[in-house]
């Protein structure tokens, strides 16, 4: 039928992935997050083999709502969802380092060039905490709080106190915890600790795993070498009475042959739907920086092809697997299965930002008081906008926050222009802010659009009423 | 440029559904969270399609029985509920 509405505009969105069904095509738009069904005539349409002017106006209208057509510039859509949520700063992520020191020494850690053994001394907790008061004051009234180290359990004192001492700022502020967690190697974690750190609020304990076999202060492993659980197992099973856990695989080289066993190991402790993967990066490598011996990160001017000069970076680098290498990993060994189906739809939904550094939430405070707006520059006082013992000026003012403020991932043409980018908004931003990277930091779901559209497009389940909605053309 | 108050007239429900062949499924949003509806012989937890309010709060979540925010599923550290930040960390 020809329409009666202008479809002359209207344009193929550039976010448009396609799957065939027998009841017709469906089609998922990345940024609306949208799954439709359409007539095999329409599906056609879509993929650009018939003309849009066809299209009647009440099918165009819905494709315009749901993202497959597009007016103007697409890419407008996107990025004005990006700075609308930079000017709600009414949300404050936390993120607190009692300590950068651990009891593990593991090979590919990012911590490694710039740790320090420090633990938060009580005039900075309490500088802290008065931070968080001026924070909350400001109108960040929804807080999260997430505890990270180094290892964070080598400091539970100091994390149930001032977890404590947040929880009553937050209610005599009248504001709202929505989460609180922490980041550990699970080694301390048994079950007087989980109890502790749930009575104070934490809910959520991440646990990172490397190998199968626990070997003392190198690789964090599942069972003993006799093959009983580790200590991180057992610490596992036991606090998961008092607290949620969620187990992150990190893959490298060195493990990729052991993930099969290692799921294989968690699926045996019903540990199924705990666990993802995470990959082992080093971001200095890819950028081609250094980190010196004063904790800065500077251009290598060793770097034609001769990594091994400089030993910071050769040695994360062996232990690499390449972005797209690890995408297909993750695919094969963890997506691909029944079970990860949650996984593979999370991957799916559309993102407004990278990570809270961007949106502006994120405040992550180091051990010696240094506040900064990313993991990755915990410990590096070069990278913060401040110190809890001196906030004479406000840190949104310092050079670092409007460096962070400014910050656009569609300056980057790779990102402007690619096909996913409202599924991962740009990726990592910290090599980009900091360490003037190149190269796009590229998620794993680049590799992977397709085989989780695949996915859930061919289980979805299809309803008589839906099905009967687009019979009449196919 | 098409005026945005040249979008057609709601059709009566009789035209709607002779001239409609695209169906929304579901979203995947930013602002809900989304259970899929599966055939039955997917394995078990993963069968009810609903979209349910971002919960406010982490007792809100866990009243919501089998709901489960992505953006807390392997926390990232940045878990504000507008942020699904994919980009698990290393310890």
């Known amino acids: 039928m020809q329409s009666s509405y202008s479809t002359q505009i209207l344009c193929h969105s550039q976010y448009n992935y396609f799957v065939d069904r027998p009841e017709g095509m469906v089609g998922y738009n990345a940024r609306t997050g949208t799954f439709a069904i359409f007539s095999k005539e329409t599906g056609r349409i879509l993929q650009d083999k018939g003309a849009i002017e066809s299209l009647s106006a009440i099918d165009a209208k819905a494709l315009l709502d749901m993202g497959f057509l597009h007016e103007g510039n697409e890419i407008n859509l996107v990025v004005s969802k990006f700075e609308d949520l930079k000017k709600q700063q009414d949300t404050l992520s936390l993120t607190l380092l009692p300590t950068l020191s651990c009891n593990f020494s593991c090979d590919y850690c990012f911590q490694n060039e710039y740790r320090s053994h420090q633990f938060m001394s009580p005039d900075i907790q309490a500088a802290t905490l008065d931070f968080i008061q001026k924070l909350i004051l400001d109108g960040r009234r929804k807080v999260t709080c997430t505890w990270f180290g180094g290892e964070p359990l080598l400091a539970k004192k100091i994390i149930l106190d001032m977890a404590q001492k947040i929880n009553q700022l937050i209610y005599s502020e009248n504001a709202q915890l929505i989460g609180s967690d922490i980041i550990t190697n699970g080694i301390l974690l048994n079950a007087v600790t989980a109890k502790e750190l749930s009575e104070v609020g934490i809910k959520t304990a991440q646990i990172s795993i490397d190998s199968l076999i626990f070997k003392t202060k190198t690789k964090r492993g599942l069972v003993d070498i006799d093959g009983n659980p580790s200590i991180i197992l057992r610490n596992i099973m036991e606090a998961r009475d008092f607290i949620k856990i969620r187990i992150r695989i990190n893959v490298s080289v060195n493990n990729t042959n052991e993930i099969d066993e290692i799921t294989r190991v968690l699926d045996s402790y019903g540990l199924t739907g705990t666990y993802g993967f995470g990959q082992v990066n080093d971001l200095e490598e890819e950028s081609d920086y250094i980190v010196n011996s004063e904790g800065y990160r500077t251009p290598n001017s060793h770097s034609n092809g001769c990594s091994s000069c400089d030993s910071s970076v050769g040695e994360e680098k062996s232990l690499c697997l390449s972005r797209a290498a690890y995408a297909k990993v993750e695919q094969d060994k963890f997506l691909a299965r029944p079970d990860s189906l949650q996984f593979v739809i999370s991957k799916l939904e559309p993102k407004v930002h990278p990570c809270s550094a961007t949106s502006g939430y994120l405040f992550v405070v180091d051990p010696a008081g240094y506040i900064s707006r990313c993991w990755h520059s915990a410990g590096v006082p070069s990278e913060s906008m401040g110190n809890v013992l001196d906030l004479m000026n406000s840190v949104e003012e310092s050079d670092v926050a409007k460096q962070w403020r400014s910050f656009s991932p569609f300056a980057y043409p790779a990102c402007r222009n690619c096909s996913v980018l409202p599924l991962c908004m740009g990726g990592c931003s910290h090599p980009r802010v900091f360490m003037e990277a190149n190269k796009p930091p590229c998620e794993a779901i680049k590799q992977q659009v397709q085989f989780c559209v695949d996915t859930v497009g061919t289980t979805l389940e299809i309803t008589p009423e839906q099905h009967s909605t687009i019979s009449i053309k196919t | ?91």
């Open chain 2, 1 to 91: 440029m098409t005026n945005p108050e040249e979008t057609p007239q709601p059709a009566d429900e009789g035209q709607a559904q002779e001239e409609l062949s695209v169906a929304r499924l579901v979203t995947i949003g930013e602002d809900s969270l989304i259970l899929i509806k599966l055939p039955e012989n997917v394995p078990s937890g993963y069968q009810i399609i609903a979209k349910i309010d971002v919960a406010e709060t982490t007792e809100e979540l866990d009243a919501q029985p089998g709901a489960e925010c992505f953006a807390r599923s392997i926390a990232c550290g940045c878990k504000s509920l507008s942020c699904a930040c994919n980009n698990l960390k290393i310890l």
